[in-house]
């Protein structure tokens, strides 16, 4: 769900009581359409996000942690010439629209007070966030419009900021009555007339009031008297929750929240709710997983699309060898051809296109293509190259593929490292690999004062360290040199996974432990979901590795499997233990 205008003036309201006496103290841009301003008060710091993305555009506090980029994006830097230091003065909604008006007081260059003001425009895919002078010029916005774009509205530097054009419908909240008397003359169900004949609802609150009603897909100008008091009461319902509000988000079947209001939403019947103090706490919580996920995915995006198309070209590769490792494979007949043709010398004449002579082999009669240009014998050396070539292609192409399985199997578990990367440092670790490994030729290596990632960390029930490697080279180092002989490995069967070992510290490990470890070698693998999944698993003193392998790679001959399902809860409980 988007914010509609109506939630936003709850929030403008929110914001501008709890930003005040704030002063912003640093500006960061993590990604493209997000900004985040850390606010300094006196009795605390506070978070300020500002998020220009089409699918989760919002402004709100939160307690959410942010990766930065190492080099701040151009629209950063120039919220830091004008904003930093800046004192908050206010924040507004204007009414019926989806825009929030946020005011602050800085100094300029010269030294002088000077107003400035952020709109931030959270209208679906035209999102936005707008700098605005004291004389009310645009500065810059963070997604520019030209007139190639729009027509009607412009948003350039050195223009005139303006309001986005009105639909002159009365507004839902002043104009209550109004929107009404509206609503009852629109040829069209209830919600699509409170939609169409009111500005600032949104959606999900037009379909309660349809709800709260019980008029179902009656037409608004059908309705009848009785009707029509009903659909009056629960409009002026949902005004009493906006003087009152009981801010409410609604999970779906799968416990992901689907839909949020200002007000409780009844029209889910039977579905989990859960009420918050503030809009900014709900907003908050609805959109921070979302947002990581969909944050990643931008910082990946490129390393997404190398890998993949790396794997689909070593495919191709491997499917032009074996095709051609069929046409290879009938070169036997050649050399029978060059041996029958020496046996016969004497019957061939040059410039005969064939000749048919006994197969010694078989007794069969065998007809032999010949090129006329050529002798006898030189038809028969002709065979035998030939032989040679495509014995020679066999060994070649036999070898070929089997580095290509391998080289395969290897990019799959880079491309399943890319996919389920919790955060920027393990898409670094996976960028470094891969330059290691000759696929990326440019790559800016991470900042010498950061510490490279540990491993994942989960204690099982009976007390043992459990470790998971992150991406191939942390399965290296986890294998080969942080565990010793007796720690037990595990592994999922011919798939891409993580490294899972037990760290014995020299004890027995109890099968408890053992089917922890083996679950958690499935909840880190590309199998993750499947019924009942195979699992190696041996002492470390039994792996080995070679210089040609590459990284993640090893080799293991004495081991157990066992068919493992996951159980839900214990991972939570594993879960609970992760560091």
Not at 384 to 391: G, L, W
Request: proline residues 3%; neutral net charge.
């Amino acid at each position: 769900m988007a914010l509609d205008a109506i939630t936003m003036s709850l929030l403008a309201a929110e914001l501008d009581e709890a930003l005040q006496g704030s002063r912003i103290d640093k500006i960061h841009q993590p990604s493209r359409d997000e900004v985040v301003f850390h606010m300094r008060k006196r009795d605390g710091n506070i978070k300020l996000l500002l998020s220009a993305r089409s699918g989760s555009a919002r402004i709100c506090l939160t307690n959410e942690s942010f990766e930065n980029p190492q080099t701040p994006p151009s629209f950063c830097m120039l919220l830091r010439k004008y904003l930093s230091g800046a004192r908050f003065i206010g924040a507004a909604s204007v009414e019926g629209e989806r825009i929030i008006m946020l005011t602050f007081t800085a100094t300029s260059e010269m030294g002088d007070t000077v107003n400035i003001d952020i709109a931030a425009e959270l209208m679906g895919r035209y999102a936005n966030l707008v700098i605005i002078n004291g004389d009310g010029k645009i500065v810059d916005a963070m997604k520019r419009v030209d007139a190639d774009a729009s027509s009607v509205r412009q948003l350039l530097p050195g223009l005139m900021y303006k309001l986005p054009p009105n639909r002159d419908n009365p507004k839902f909240i002043s104009q209550t009555p109004a929107v009404i008397e509206k609503v009852f003359g629109f040829n069209g169900t209830v919600d699509q007339a409170f939609l169409r004949c009111s500005q600032g609802m949104g959606p999900v609150v037009a379909r309660e009031i349809a709800y709260l009603a019980g008029v179902g897909d009656t037409y608004a100008d059908k309705l009848g008297d009785f009707q029509k008091t009903a659909v009056t009461a629960a409009a002026n319902k949902v005004v009493e929750y906006f003087q009152n509000p009981q801010f409410t988000v609604v999970y779906n079947a799968q416990g992901n929240p689907s839909e949020y209001s200002f007000l409780p939403l009844t029209q889910y019947e039977g579905l989990e709710t859960k009420s918050f103090d503030t809009i900014n706490q709900l907003l908050d919580e609805y959109y921070s997983e979302k947002d990581k996920a969909e944050r990643l995915r931008q910082k990946g995006k490129d390393l997404h699309k190398l890998v993949q198309n790396l794997v689909e070209r070593t495919t191709r590769k491997q499917i032009a060898r074996r095709e051609e490792l069929a046409q290879s494979t009938d070169n036997e007949k050649y050399r029978i051809y060059g041996e029958l043709l020496t046996a016969n010398l004497y019957q061939i004449e040059k410039g005969m296109k064939k000749i048919e002579v006994l197969n010694y082999y078989d007794n069969s009669t065998v007809t032999i293509p010949l090129d006329p240009k050529l002798t006898g014998n030189q038809n028969a050396q002709k065979y035998y190259k030939e032989y040679k070539r495509k014995q020679t292609a066999v060994k070649m192409l036999t070898m070929l593929i089997a580095q290509g399985e391998i080289e395969l199997e290897y990019l799959q578990s880079v491309s399943y490292s890319v996919n389920n990367a919790a955060n920027e440092a393990e898409l670094m670790a996976v960028r470094a690999e891969l330059h290691g490994a000759g696929y990326l030729k440019y790559y800016k290596s991470r900042d010498k004062k950061q510490k490279p990632q540990d491993f994942i960390r989960y204690t099982s029930s009976d007390g043992f360290l459990i470790l998971v490697g992150r991406n191939n080279r942390q399965n290296d180092r986890l294998t080969m040199k942080t565990a010793r002989g007796k720690d037990m490995w595990f592994h999922t069967k011919n798939a891409p996974g993580s490294h899972v070992v037990v760290m014995s510290e020299g004890a027995d490990i109890p099968l408890t432990t053992q089917n922890e470890a083996a679950m958690l070698a499935v909840y880190h693998s590309s199998q993750k979901g499947n019924a009942k999944v195979e699992v190696d698993y041996t002492f470390v003193k039994n792996i080995r590795k070679t210089n040609d392998l590459k990284p993640g790679m090893v080799i293991y001959n004495e081991y157990e499997s066992a068919a493992i399902t996951v159980e839900n809860e214990v991972i939570e409980r594993l879960e609970r233990t992760r560091k």
